[in-house]
């Protein structure tokens, strides 16, 4: 049984494509990189260029991005990704970047990727997530773009900061008093960073309690606190954009975002929306992502079922139609 067992994780966590570990050179330094080709026999593939969202994340996002990657090459097409900095050996410091920063190191993968042989130049495009929402429009401003895939893309971090509290006090039944109190500790923290305070004004003004706060992380809050993309997504007008959103994100005002999304990019008609009722802000099924036990189960022995219902099959299906829609074009 165990051998049995061993057998249906390791078929389950075998991926109909190739994975080889690139070196991307930017700024002086090197990224950290996994490509993942189709296996489809094809000497040219179309590319998608992962942009991680918030924490301290690896290329392969432990893995979890592996049953995304499969779908991008069902669809034909490959997907890079690298280490953030100061991950997995990587030189550097997440926690140094802005947000400009990212979008910087991402149109050097994306010149990268168009010199190699392998890669049609003509269909590079984006998948972010999260905090890459802030990142995605900068590096299309950068860099020729053929496509973006958006999912649960914040717009304003002030205003994602507050959603977010409000909506973490309300899951987890927070007394009046409490939410009073955390309101009140957040609006603290916005004045200290609109004077631009240093970690130890704001720990000091804590009482001496940071809260799991550190200096590198409020040097990082510090640096990009006032981001918000509605002006920078003009950048994407024109170039079709998937914008995936979940029903249960308390991370991300979602009608927020969708509202601002068709504000300045339906007018082209290249927005698609999906929404995902099942899903948690990370587009995995809420009721999977409530329970250690069910991820860690489910990660062994059906990872793609961590998704929500569609969301797979909806990249998938985007990626193939960017293919007719070309083909069709004048």
């Known amino acids: 049984m165990a051998v049995g067992l061993v057998g249906v994780v390791l078929w389950q966590n075998s991926y109909d494509m190739d994975e080889q570990r690139v070196t991307i050179r930017h700024g002086g330094h090197s990224l950290n990189g996994v490509l993942a080709i189709p296996k489809d026999g094809r000497k040219r593939h179309g590319l998608v260029v992962y942009l991680h969202g918030d924490g301290p994340v690896d290329a392969t996002h432990d893995d979890g991005y592996k049953p995304l990657w499969e779908a991008n090459a069902k669809a034909g097409y490959a997907a890079l990704s690298w280490d953030k900095p ?8 997440w926690l140094d970047q802005s947000m400009d920063d990212r979008a910087a190191e991402a149109a050097a993968a994306v010149a990268w990727a168009r010199a190699r042989p392998d890669i049609d130049g003509d269909r590079i495009g984006l998948w972010g997530a999260s905090q890459a929402g802030w990142v995605l429009p900068k590096v ?18 002030l205003r994602q900061g507050r959603h977010h509290l409000l909506a973490q006090l309300r899951a987890d039944g927070a007394s009046a008093a409490r939410t009073k109190a955390a309101i009140a500790k957040s609006d603290t923290t916005r004045r200290l960073l609109a004077r631009h305070a240093t970690f130890e004004e704001y720990v000091k003004t804590m009482r ?3 809260d799991g706060m550190t200096a590198d992380r409020w040097g990082f809050i510090s640096k990009n606190y006032t981001a918000d993309a509605t002006e920078d997504l ?3 007008r024109g170039i079709p954009v998937l914008l995936a959103l979940a029903g249960h994100d308390i991370n991300v005002d979602t009608a927020d975002t969708e509202r601002i999304y068709r504000d300045v990019l ?3 008609g290249a927005l698609t929306v999906r929404r995902y009722p099942d899903a948690s802000h990370s587009l995995l099924r809420q ?9 860690t189960l489910t990660a ?5 079922s961590l998704f929500a219902d569609g969301f797979l099959d909806d990249q998938r299906q985007f990626l193939k139609d960017l293919g007719r829609r070309r083909n069709t074009t004048p």
């Open 86 to 93: 100061g991950v997995a050996g990587a030189p550097g410091n």
């Open 234 to 236: 003009r950048a994407l």
């Open 266 to 268: 339906d007018t082209g």
């Open 208 to 210: 001496g309690d940071p």
């Open 300 to 304: 062994l022995f059906s990872p793609r």
């Open 287 to 295: 009721s999977i992502e409530q329970s250690d036990v069910k991820i």
């Open 140 to 157: 299309a401003a950068k860099a020729p773009v053929r496509f973006v895939i958006a999912v649960s893309p914040a717009i304003n971090w």
